[in-house]
């Protein structure tokens, strides 16, 4: 859960989805992944889907950095201040990334597309799936890389960048399509890695020097990653560049136009995200079905979660409502079919659990010796008239579990912000019972009535994934006056 500049929500649990801009402070490279996506090698939220992951090399290889100074004439640098050869660096920085970028996708489409297409490893639908419309942006950064190309001047140095951004960025609009269709791609990849071909292919593949141990899907998550990266860019370049510069005015029009497109895309990206696992929400009655869900347009957060039994949950907490389900397959696809009623996160109450207050299949946890199966607990609540739902779910660690709280917190509040009752929620303690005014007991007799009900549905959660959108929660935080924002790293 991440809440930056500019969260990009690529972010599936966290197959994740969720994009999101890089502090100015981070250094800028391709590699690193500043969205929520959940990775592979994400441990905390989303544990989007349970299919067999192989475990990933334990190092990558980067390519050798190049810098403007050792590329071009030293002469030359000679004669410039220190204040220029930091912005021709930055200048030199982007168009290097522009190359590098088309090498990847390149290779992406030479090396794991076409032989999988030749070989008949994969359907072409699937590969188209999983692909998207990757051809179409290699021209596109082509076009950008030529321009910067045709500007540098004999002795390496560039004057002019900003009017050259300023009319190549609008294109940017097109990642709309490959953005929304990264959860569906990286959920169908994960799916087809089960076949004995396709892993054995993409393994072959991760051990062969050109993939410099990156997998499939680090290749497939480039662009994203390249498109959340240009605000940072450039602004390192208007860093450096003088006031009074022509360059300056369009670099910060540049800015602005990369900033809105990146939200604009996050956006999208969030709400393609939050379809694609509504459609693959089963009812097992027609009085599970939910009008909340429906409406939702948003995926704060879900995640896998464990019974006391030992059975698998998945968890999604949409915009109004927190819905409990289990994985299964149907029809060759991975759906949630609903284990219990949906939860209103308006009527919904948290506690965070001291650890050890939870009782495990009717016996004290204390009396166990592995202590950590009694830590990291918090409970989530509900009751109307004759209706009522309690689960105690378990974090695999503290940081996961503080994550959830804060995800489940931030929903709360926005919804009873919109509804005008701002005052029922207590940010430093459990929630209040919206119709009491009352806060949640958590004395001995209370904890007994609870572990009555959470012998039925106790659940342990292992957040591997979580996607975040706070970006658009945030907007309905800010009537209130107190967005909060909850970082994870998908």
């Given at each position: 859960?991440?809440?930056?500049?500019y969260?990009f929500?690529?972010?599936?649990?966290?197959?994740?989805?969720?994009l999101?801009?890089?502090?100015?402070?981070?250094?800028?490279?391709?590699?690193?992944?500043?969205?929520?996506?959940?990775?592979?090698?994400?441990?905390?939220?989303?544990?989007p889907?349970?299919?067999?992951?192989?475990?990933?090399?334990?190092?990558?290889?980067?390519?050798?950095?190049?810098?403007?100074?050792?590329?071009?004439?030293?002469?030359?640098?000679?004669?410039?201040?220190?204040?220029?050869?930091?912005?021709?660096?930055?200048?030199?920085?982007?168009?290097?990334?522009?190359?590098?970028?088309?090498?990847?996708?390149?290779?992406?489409?030479?090396?794991?597309?076409?032989?999988?297409?030749?070989?008949?490893?994969?359907?072409?639908?699937?590969?188209?799936?999983?692909?998207?419309?990757?051809?179409?942006l290699?021209?596109?950064?082509?076009?950008?890389?030529s321009?910067?190309?045709?500007?540098?001047?004999?002795?390496?140095?560039?004057?002019?960048?900003?009017?050259i951004?300023?009319?190549?960025?609008?294109?940017?609009?097109?990642?709309?399509?490959?953005?929304?269709?990264?959860?569906?791609a990286?959920?169908?990849?994960?799916?087809?890695?089960?076949?004995?071909?396709?892993?054995?292919?993409?393994?072959?593949?991760?051990?062969?020097p050109?993939?410099?141990?990156?997998?499939?899907?680090?290749?497939?998550?480039?662009?994203?990653?390249?498109?959340?990266?240009?605000?940072?860019?450039?602004?390192?370049?208007?860093?450096?560049?003088?006031?009074?510069?022509?360059?300056?005015?369009?670099?910060?029009?540049?800015?602005?136009?990369?900033?809105?497109?990146?939200?604009?895309?996050?956006t999208?990206?969030?709400?393609?995200?939050?379809?694609?696992?509504k459609?693959?929400?089963?009812?097992?009655?027609?009085?599970?079905?939910?009008?909340?869900?429906?409406?939702?347009?948003?995926?704060?957060?879900?995640g896998?979660?464990?019974?006391?039994?030992?059975?698998?949950?998945?968890?999604?907490?949409?915009?109004?409502?927190?819905?409990?389900?289990r994985?299964?397959?149907?029809?060759?696809?991975?759906?949630?079919?609903?284990y219990?009623?949906?939860?209103?996160?308006?009527d919904?109450?948290?506690?965070d659990?001291?650890?050890?207050?939870?009782?495990?299949?009717?016996?004290?946890?204390?009396?166990?010796?592995?202590?950590?199966?009694?830590?990291?607990?918090?409970?989530?609540?509900?009751?109307?008239?004759?209706?009522?739902?309690?689960?105690?779910?378990?974090?695999?660690?503290?940081?996961?579990?503080?994550?959830?709280?804060?995800?489940?917190?931030?929903?709360?509040?926005?919804?009873?912000?919109?509804a005008?009752?701002?005052?029922?929620?207590?940010?430093?303690?459990?929630?209040?019972?919206?119709?009491?005014?009352?806060?949640?007991?958590?004395?001995?007799?209370?904890?007994?009535?609870?572990?009555?009900?959470?012998?039925?549905?106790?659940?342990?959660?292992?957040?591997?994934?979580?996607?975040?959108d706070?970006?658009?929660?945030?907007?309905?935080?800010?009537s209130?006056?107190?967005s909060?924002h909850?970082?994870?790293?998908?």
């Amino acid at each position: 859960m991440v809440a930056k500049d500019y969260p990009f929500y690529l972010t599936v649990k966290r197959a994740n989805c969720s994009l999101e801009v890089p502090p100015a402070s981070s250094p800028a490279k391709d590699s690193e992944r500043s969205i929520s996506f959940r990775s592979e090698s994400r441990p905390d939220l989303l544990a989007p889907r349970p299919w067999s992951r192989n475990a990933a090399p334990s190092s990558t290889k980067r390519r050798d950095s190049k810098l403007w100074s050792e590329t071009f004439d030293v002469c030359v640098n000679q004669m410039l201040t220190s204040k220029e050869i930091k912005r021709q660096e930055a200048i030199f920085e982007l168009s290097q990334g522009e190359e590098d970028l088309i090498e990847d996708l390149k290779l992406a489409k030479k090396a794991y597309h076409d032989p999988m297409l030749k070989l008949s490893i994969m359907t072409e639908q699937e590969l188209n799936q999983i692909f998207g419309t990757l051809d179409s942006l290699i021209p596109l950064h082509e076009d950008l890389l030529s321009q910067l190309r045709d500007v540098r001047k004999p002795d390496g140095s560039t004057e002019h960048v900003g009017p050259i951004l300023v009319g190549w960025l609008p294109c940017l609009s097109s990642y709309d399509s490959y953005c929304s269709n990264q959860v569906a791609a990286k959920a169908l990849l994960d799916h087809k890695k089960q076949d004995h071909r396709v892993q054995d292919f993409l393994q072959r593949c991760l051990e062969s020097p050109f993939s410099r141990k990156l997998d499939l899907w680090n290749f497939l998550d480039i662009p994203r990653s390249r498109l959340v990266k240009y605000p940072l860019l450039l602004r390192e370049i208007l860093r450096h560049t003088p006031n009074d510069n022509p360059d300056q005015q369009h670099l910060e029009e540049a800015i602005n136009i990369i900033q809105g497109i990146v939200a604009e895309i996050n956006t999208k990206t969030g709400e393609s995200e939050c379809r694609y696992y509504k459609e693959r929400l089963l009812y097992l009655e027609e009085g599970q079905k939910d009008s909340l869900i429906d409406s939702s347009r948003v995926l704060c957060c879900h995640g896998e979660l464990k019974n006391n039994r030992g059975v698998k949950l998945h968890v999604f907490l949409f915009q109004e409502v927190l819905v409990i389900t289990r994985a299964v397959t149907h029809n060759e696809q991975l759906c949630y079919q609903l284990y219990r009623q949906p939860i209103p996160v308006k009527d919904l109450l948290l506690e965070d659990l001291q650890d050890g207050e939870v009782r495990l299949g009717g016996s004290l946890r204390g009396a166990f010796s592995n202590n950590e199966r009694i830590k990291n607990f918090f409970r989530v609540s509900f009751k109307n008239g004759s209706q009522s739902q309690t689960h105690s779910l378990q974090a695999n660690d503290t940081f996961n579990k503080q994550q959830w709280l804060n995800c489940i917190r931030q929903a709360k509040e926005t919804v009873l912000c919109a509804a005008g009752q701002a005052g029922v929620l207590d940010s430093e303690g459990p929630f209040l019972d919206p119709t009491t005014g009352s806060r949640e007991p958590q004395g001995e007799t209370k904890l007994e009535q609870m572990d009555q009900s959470d012998s039925e549905s106790d659940c342990s959660m292992d957040t591997s994934e979580v996607s975040l959108d706070w970006e658009r929660m945030g907007q309905a935080d800010s009537s209130c006056g107190n967005s909060r924002h909850a970082e994870s790293n998908v």
